[in-house]
């Protein structure tokens, strides 16, 4: 291996007319081959020798130059010295990649996402993340690839090219100019928006520590989530749903299937996996369902109320429940929840009718609308934290009504008794 040549010449091709500048490149050259690098200096062809060097470096800015160029060469003999201690070839194209950051574990943006989605398909076939989260995360980077062929008609960037003002730009993309799946606009709103930054800083995080990029671009991004309350059924729209006589079979299993989760308050993926196994009769006689929620692995044990056994006792017999052994024939996320619009449609219920509706409505309407407290509450849902579950609370007007009333017919007994003793 011979060492690496370093010279500095004019490229007068691409000489400034106005000027009559002309751009200094650096070709290394190893074993033959070179690697040519603007480095972004100009000079009038007159003061250059063809020794590659100036011709009097007497004036400050020459003098600049001179030792710009030389800080260069110090540069690449480091790279040099770098690819050596880690065994990788010395060549012309390995030393240019180094010199602007691409080394050969060099990623880029896509091939990163690609591989973290990949990776969190085997947690997800493990068991160990949901499946809805993975789908958001190829949301992230389905919306990514569209911006970089709409905003740079470019398929992939380098990782080391990621960027803040990128990160505002595709921001800015997924609030105005987003396209659906039918070729159409549109626009995502400021929660949705937000969750998608934060789920691309979390695979830019997980590059971070993979060695894959030395900083964090995001640290300047101020998103914030605006509270909203969570839609949810009152108890005359559950009995609407429950008393509706629909002769279409789909639509009877869609209306048990969300009934289900109103009365259990599981979600989507963890209702697909409740399995026979985890109805166990409990220490008070009662039936009670064991498990782990799937998203954050907290427990999740509900007594089986009476509305949820009778569904579970309707399809014992289901193709589906004996073939897997479930409690509940659970069809895909995105058909079932295609289905609910219609179900509420044919109900009467004018509010946007998703699956994870039934988990709103179990926390609000079920539990704490009758009397649960928030830690039965918090148990029951399988939340972490008390404020996850004190944020169904605070839109249960009927809930904050009742306690204010217990309040205020403390002070009047304790007036009246004032007066009486008076």
Known sequence: MKTPKVIFYLKADKANTATGEQPIYCRITVDGKRSNISINRWVQPHRWKATNKLQNARKNEDKELNFYMESIRTKIKEIERELIDSKTPVTSENIKNSYFGKTAQSKSLIEVFEWHNNNFQEMVDN????????DRYKCVLKHLVEFLKIKYN????????????????????????????????????????????????????????????????????????????????TPAEIQKIEEKLISNPRLNTIRDI???????????????????????????????IFTKRIKNKVDENVMALHPALKIVDKYRDHPTCKQKGVLIPVISNQRLNTYLKELADICGIEKNLTFHV????????????????????????????????QHYARVLNSKVSADMKKLNDIFRSKQSETLLES
């Open 358 to 389: 039934a988990r709103h409505t179990f926390a609000t309407s079920i539990m704490l609308a009758n009397g649960a407290s928030l830690e039965t509450t918090m148990s029951a849902i399988g939340h972490k934290y008390i404020k996850q579950t």
């Open 154 to 233: 470019k398929s992939d960037i380098a990782l080391v090219d990621l960027t803040f003002p990128f990160i505002s730009d595709f921001e800015h993309y997924l609030r105005s100019t987003r396209i659906g799946e039918k070729g159409r606009t549109n626009k995502c709103k400021n929660n949705s928006a937000v969750k998608y930054i934060r789920n691309f800083r979390r695979v830019i995080r997980r590059a971070i520590v993979k060695g894959w990029l030395k900083y964090d671009v995001f640290t300047a991004y101020e998103g914030k989530i605006h509270v909203e309350n969570p839609t949810y059924l």
């Open 258 to 288: 969300f009934l289900f989760s109103v009365y259990t308050g599981y979600s989507y993926i963890d209702v697909k996996h409740l399995t026979y196994a985890k109805l166990q009769r409990h220490i008070d006689g009662e039936l009670w």
């Open 127 to 134: 068991e160990d993340r949901s499946e809805g989260t993975l």
